[in-house]
C-alpha cells in the first residue's frame, strides 16, 4: 500500500477526528505552549487542563516527584477558572485547526452543570471532558468518580444542560470500572475516557516523611500502561459506548494495544514532557504499522483483540 | 526555545563528585541568556522518566557549543557523570526567564553556594561585557575545598572574589552568607544569589534588612520544563492565582521580596 493511503480517521459518537491521537488534560497546557515544539495542526484533537468556576491556586508544592518509569503528581487543579479560560485560553484553541475537547472538574453537581451551561455557549469546543477522576482535590474530583450513583447523577444533570458532546473521564481507583462506565452511559455520557491516574505515594527515607506536601499523588507514565490496558479491555468488553484510552502511552506499540484492546482513540499524557514530538511519531508509526499490515482503515482495528480470545 | 539532538562533547571531572559537561549545540550557544537553563533527556528510553534541568555555565557561541556543572546526587545525574564524550542527548533549551540585564545600577554582589556558581558564572561573565558593565564582588561558599568547583572561572570574571568554607580548608572559614553582611555595609546596587535553600533564604533576608534589590535562582522538581505541567511551582508572597509561581517559566530568577521565604525553609522541594 502506498505511504498516506491508510484511513487514520476515528469516529467519536460523531465526532469526527483526523486521526487517533490525542493530547491528554494537564500535559498539553491550553494548546499552544507547545506550539515550538509539536506540529499542533497534525493531532486528532486536544483536551485542555482541568478548568473549574472558581480560579484555583493548587497544592503546595512539592507536588510532582519521579517513581520507577512513572511519575507522581499532586497539582491539584490549578487554573485560571473557566472565565479566564473563556476570555484568554479560547481565542488561541479555536485557531489550533484541531478539535478541542474541555476538561471540566468541579466540587458539587451545581459545578459542574454550570461549567457545561457556560462553555455550551462558548464557539470552538468539540466536546467538553468530566473529570470525575482528579485524585487530588479534597472536594469533588474523584469522589463522583468512584461510585456509580453519583457518576450518573453528575453525568445526567450536565446532560440536561447541553448539547455538547459529554466524554466521561473515569478513575482506575475503583474495584469494577464496567459498572462506573455503565452508570455514566445511563446518565447520557456520549464517550467515555480512561484511566486518570493511579493514587500512589512516595517517602524519604532520610526526611522520615512523604515526598509530596499532598501526601498521595496520581501516578502516571509507562509504569500504569499495562493496568491501564485492562481497564479500556474490561470495560470495551461492557459497554457499547466509543473509548478514549490513556495510560502510559510512549509509542505506536503501546497505542495500538489500546486500540486493539477496544478504544477508538487514544490519548498522549506524561510522554509529552518528556519527548514533545512524541504524538507525531505515534501517528506516523501507526501509519506505518497499518500499511505493512495492510490495514486501510485504523477503525477497522479497533476492539481487534477481542475477536481472538 | 529549541529541541535538539545534541553531542556531548567534552567531560571534565572537576570535584569529588562534580563533572563539567560541554554540548554542541549552535542554537542553545547563540541564544541562551545568563540564567536560563536546559532539559536534558538522560537516555532515548522512558526510564528514568522524567528531564533533569541545569543551568548554562557558559556558552561559546562561535564554536557552537556550551557547558554545563553537574553535581552527581542520584540516578539521572550518575548517568550524566558516566557518559562517555560523543554520546547524544535530546535537549530542550534555552528555557527559563534569566536574570535581567544589566539590573540595577551600582555595584554587584554575587552569592554562590555550591554548584549554583554556574549560572553566576555566565552572569559576571555578560556583567564585563561594555553593554552590561559591573563591578563584580563574588562570594563563593561550599563544605569543603574540593566543592568550590570551577572557582577560578568565577575569579576570572569577576573584579574581586572571596571563597569560604565550612571547614576553612580552602579561603575563609565558616558560611558564606557570614561574609555578606561587610559586603553590603560597602554598599551594592544588587545581590544575585544561587545555591541550596537555607543560604538563600539567608541571602534574602539580610537584603531585606539591607533594602538591597535581591534576585535568586530557585529550583524544583520539574516535568515538562516549558511551564505546562504546574509541577514545579514555589511559594511567593502574592495571594490568589500568583501565589504559587512555576519555577520554569516565571522563574528560574525571582525577585527575592516576592517568594515566601517561610514556607521555603519548611521545605518545598530539593534543598
Ligand atoms: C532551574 C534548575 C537549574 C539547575 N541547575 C543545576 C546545575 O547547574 N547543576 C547541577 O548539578 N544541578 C542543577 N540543578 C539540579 C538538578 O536538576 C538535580 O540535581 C537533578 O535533577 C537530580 O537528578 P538525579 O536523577 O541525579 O537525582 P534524583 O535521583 O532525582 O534525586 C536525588 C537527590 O537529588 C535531589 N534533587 C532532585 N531533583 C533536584 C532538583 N531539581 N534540584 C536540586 N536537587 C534535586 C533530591 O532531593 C534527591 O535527594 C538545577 C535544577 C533546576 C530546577
Ligand atoms: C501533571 C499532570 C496533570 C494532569 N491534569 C489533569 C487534569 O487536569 N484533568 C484530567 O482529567 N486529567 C489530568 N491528568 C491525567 C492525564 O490526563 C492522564 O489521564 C494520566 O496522566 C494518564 O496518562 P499518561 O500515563 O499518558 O500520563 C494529569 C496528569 C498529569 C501527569
Ligand atoms: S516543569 Fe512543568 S510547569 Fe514547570
Not at chain 1, 495510560?247 to 487514544?266: C, H, K, N, R
Request: aromatic fraction near 6%.
Amino acid at each position: 500500500m502506498a505511504a498516506g493511503r491508510v484511513d487514520l480517521r476515528v469516529d467519536l459518537a460523531g465526532l469526527s477526528l483526523a486521526n487517533p491521537v490525542l493530547a491528554a488534560s494537564g500535559t498539553f497546557g491550553y494548546g499552544t505552549e507547545y506550539a515550538d515544539l509539536v506540529e499542533v495542526s497534525k493531532l486528532g484533537g486536544i483536551v485542555t487542563k482541568g478548568i473549574t468556576l472558581a480560579p484555583r491556586e493548587g497544592n503546595p508544592p512539592p507536588r510532582i516527584c519521579e517513581t520507577p518509569a512513572g511519575m507522581l503528581n499532586a497539582i491539584g487543579l490549578q487554573n485560571p477558572g473557566v472565565d479566564a479560560f473563556v476570555r484568554d485560553k479560547m481565542p488561541a484553541l479555536r485557531e489550533l485547526g484541531v478539535p478541542v475537547i474541555v476538561n471540566i472538574a468541579g466540587e458539587t453537581v451545581a459545578d459542574y452543570v454550570a461549567l457545561a451551561a457556560q462553555l455550551s455557549e462558548c464557539d470552538g469546543i468539540a466536546a467538553l471532558e468530566l473529570n470525575l477522576s482528579c485524585p487530588n482535590v479534597k472536594q469533588g474530583g474523584m469522589h463522583f468518580g468512584i461510585d456509580c450513583e453519583l457518576t450518573q447523577t453528575v453525568v445526567a444533570a450536565v446532560r440536561e444542560v447541553t448539547e455538547l458532546l459529554l466524554i466521561t473521564k473515569l478513575s482506575p481507583n475503583v474495584t469494577d470500572i464496567a459498572e462506573i462506565g455503565q452508570a455514566a452511559g445511563d446518565g447520557g455520557s456520549d464517550i467515555l475516557s480512561l484511566i486518570n491516574t493511579l493514587l500512589g505515594m512516595t517517602i524519604d527515607i532520610q526526611q522520615r516523611r512523604p515526598v509530596l506536601a499532598n501526601v498521595t499523588g496520581g501516578l502516571s507514565g509507562p509504569a500504569i500502561q499495562p493496568v491501564a490496558l485492562r481497564m479500556v479491555w474490561e470495560l470495551a468488553q461492557a459497554v457499547d459506548l466509543p473509548i478514549i484510552g490513556m495510560g502510559g502511552i510512549t509509542s505506536a506499540v503501546d497505542a495500538l494495544q489500546f486500540i486493539m484492546a477496544g478504544a477508538t482513540a487514544i490519548a498522549v499524557g506524561t510522554a509529552n514532557f518528556v519527548a514533545p514530538g512524541v504524538t507525531g511519531c505515534i501517528i506516523k508509526d501507526i501509519e506505518t504499522f497499518c500499511e505493512e499490515q495492510g490495514i486501510a482503515r485504523i477503525a477497522d482495528l479497533v476492539g481487534a483483540a477481542h475477536a481472538e480470545v | 526555545m529549541y529541541a535538539r539532538t545534541t553531542r556531548l562533547t567534552h567531560r571534565e571531572q572537576v570535584g569529588p563528585d562534580c563533572h563539567l559537561l560541554e554540548f554542541d549545540c549552535p542554537e542553545i550557544a547563540g541564544s541562551a541568556r545568563p540564567g536560563q537553563f536546559v532539559h536534558v533527556r538522560l537516555t532515548g528510553g522512558f526510564d528514568p522518566l522524567l528531564r533533569r534541568p541545569f543551568s548554562v555555565m557558559n556558552i561559546n557561541p562561535a564554536q557552537g557549543s556550551f557547558q554545563v556543572l553537574v553535581r552527581t546526587v542520584g540516578r539521572g545525574t550518575m548517568l550524566l557523570a558516566q557518559s562517555e564524550p560523543g554520546s547524544e542527548f535530546h535537549i530542550i533549551g534555552p528555557l527559563g526567564n534569566g536574570f535581567a540585564l544589566p539590573g540595577p545600577p551600582g555595584e554587584v554582589v554575587l552569592v554562590a553556594g555550591g554548584v549554583g556558581v554556574a549560572p553566576l558564572i555566565f552572569l559576571a561573565a555578560a556583567l564585563h561585557q561594555p553593554d552590561n558593565y559591573r563591578y563584580v564582588r563574588a562570594l563563593f561558599g561550599a563544605a569543603i575545598g574540593g566543592d568550590l568547583c570551577s572557582w577560578l572561572e568565577l575569579s576570572l570574571v569577576c573584579d574581586e572574589f572571596t571563597a569560604v568554607t565550612e571547614d576553612g580548608s580552602a579561603g575563609e572559614q565558616g558560611m558564606v552568607t557570614d561574609f555578606l553582611p561587610a559586603q553590603l555595609d560597602r554598599g551594592a546596587g544588587c545581590v544575585y544569589a544561587c545555591g541550596p535553600t537555607a543560604m538563600l533564604a539567608e541571602v534574602a533576608e539580610q537584603c531585606r534588612r539591607g533594602s538591597v534589590p535581591c534576585f535568586v535562582s530557585l529550583e524544583q522538581w520539574m516535568g515538562c520544563g516549558v511551564g505546562v505541567c504546574l509541577g514545579c511551582v514555589i511559594p511567593t508572597r502574592a495571594a490568589g492565582a500568583e501565589h504559587y509561581q512555576r519555577v520554569c517559566k516565571d522563574g528560574p530568577i525571582f525577585d527575592a521580596a516576592v517568594i515566601d521565604w517561610e514556607a521555603m525553609r519548611r521545605g518545598c522541594g530539593p534543598g
